[in-house]
């Protein structure tokens, strides 16, 4: 696949910007602050990294990022090309619908393209799309990996790490690593599960009984409480009903008595007398029937309710001692609530996750005789497979130490000895005597780069005696030698020749150079030798209008190279002895070019 456009709007201080990048290197340069990082930031987020609203251009609703890539898609994994719905028929028909000038159909043999996209909104939300169809984050990182590998500023830092080196050491490995890794690693998932499954069951055998006899009381505590749902609902409604008998007894009774009682005039004896006697005169005035009727009603009400209050103080029989028994059942409820998590459906939930466990631990002795011959066993093939995979490694790792030191030769390191070196992952040596060792999920290794850049020197780590310089050519060589093994079509730089001059320089850029022969190959530099090698010389520019400011992109004639390449020399005050070696340096390095075509 080759990027063959990039369209970003609206990104930081980039209001509208194309790149349109051809074959080869195409170097970016610029006034430090113009926004050459800005492009490489745009890029990134297309890529996957973490995006945020702040990098919206403000006044501006969102930024999108998009770039089109055309060539052979099966260079890409078929996992991820199914997972994409990249077959070769859905790709012919997205070229076929993005045609907008002619509805002839895609001549044979037309290079597959992809579309992805990435668009930053106001509210912080980003979407991602993959020929105009929505696809997660997830999907086009793992995309975007396998077509571009950017190099930023930070990452030099990276070769000082020694937790990265397995990664790249495995990486260079390819599938040779993979092969040896894929049957370690099915084991090790394996063996997490048969630990598991022995923690379920207890490991110790008396924390295993001690286990048991707990989980028996829990059972037979609960199971004796003979729980019913929502039962300390309804007790706590029929103490509150017992607590306050008396007084609803009183207030009932006193309620009947008014309704029934003769002494002096009952309301039901009122209301049947106020019922007949309207009755009667509505007889002969019409007006009054819809009141009569009312009344009758009312009276029908009134009778109905003197026979709920009845029902209801013929049922308040109070037995002295229910309110105790109840009291003595909800504070049994309360402490198992308490207990098992704060409520009785949670009560009955661990009920049955108890009586579960407890069934499984009774049987569980012969099981965990199984579990643990199995554990033995897998720990074997564990410790046989991870050995295995060390001896991958091994062979891979001589192979990187001898490309790498040719590399480092070529960027003008003669006398460069690098090596990888192995030690066994640490295992704790009570947990190894305990029958508990403990297993990365890398393998059983320890890999760490060191290297001696002077002859007579001992090999030391990296990160203790490398220089910037030599840790920027050591990165650009692991680079040049990783884009060998995984086929990646783009590569970025940004600020690879950090802490290089002189005729170093002129190495690293005769190296990027034919890297890009075989590579599409992007680098931001402040390097005049870099500068002039490139196949494309991009200028950024910040300027102001308006009020605003902007970063602008502009592509380079040879003139204008030479202008730029003048002041990169110069640092910018344009002397002509400057301007003459840039014209010098770029006939030098076309020549360099011409010789390097296959």
Known sequence: MMLVQVEISDFALIDQAMLVPGMGLTVLTGETGAGKSILIDAISVLCGSRASRDMI????????????????????????????????????????????????????????????????????????????????????RELSSCLIDIHGQHDQQAIFKSEMHLQLLDRFGGAAVIKAKRPYQETLRAWRQCRRDMAQLGEDPAQRERTLDMLRYQVQEIEAANIKPREDEHLSERRRLLANAEKIIKALSEAYDLLTEDQPVSVLTAMGLISEKTGLAARHIHDLEETAQQVEEGLIV????????????????????????????????????????????????????????????????????????????????????????????????????????????DLGMPNIRFAVTFQPHAIDQNQQAAGKPSFKAQGMDDVAFEFSANTGEPLKPLSKIASGGEASRIMLAIKVILAQADQIPVLIFDEIDSGVSGHTADQVAEKLMKLSRQRQVFCITHLAQIAAMADAHLFVMKSAADNRTYSTLTVLDEQQRSEELGRLLSGGTGQKEARQLAERMLRQASSVRQDALP
């Open 302 to 409: 009134m009778q109905s309710a003197a026979d709920d209050i009845r029902g209801h103080l013929s049922g308040l029989e109070m037995d002295p001692g229910e309110l105790d028994q109840l009291d003595e059942r909800l504070d049994l409820l309360y402490r198992l609530k308490q207990k098992h998590g704060g409520s009785l459906e949670a009560v009955l939930s661990f009920f049955d996750r108890a009586k579960q466990q407890l069934e499984s631990l009774d049987a569980g002795e012969a099981a965990y005789e199984k579990l643990l011959q199995r554990r033995r066993q897998l720990e074997d093939r564990l410790w046989e497979q991870g050995s295995e995979l060390t001896q991958a490694r091994r062979k891979q790792a001589d192979q990187l130490e001898a490309a790498i030191a040719a590399q480092l030769k």
């Open 57 to 140: 251009r403000y006044g501006k609703d969102k930024a999108v990022i998009e770039a089109l890539f055309e060539g052979d898609s099966t260079c890409l994994p078929e996992k991820l090309l199914t997972e994409l719905g990249l077959k070769e028929t859905d790709l012919s028909e997205t070229q076929k619908n993005n045609e907008t000038d002619t509805a002839d159909e895609q001549p044979a043999g037309e290079p597959d393209q992809l579309i992805l996209t990435r668009e930053i909104q106001a509210s912080g939300r980003t979407v991602c799309r993959l020929n105009g169809r929505l696809i997660p984050l997830s999907l086009l």
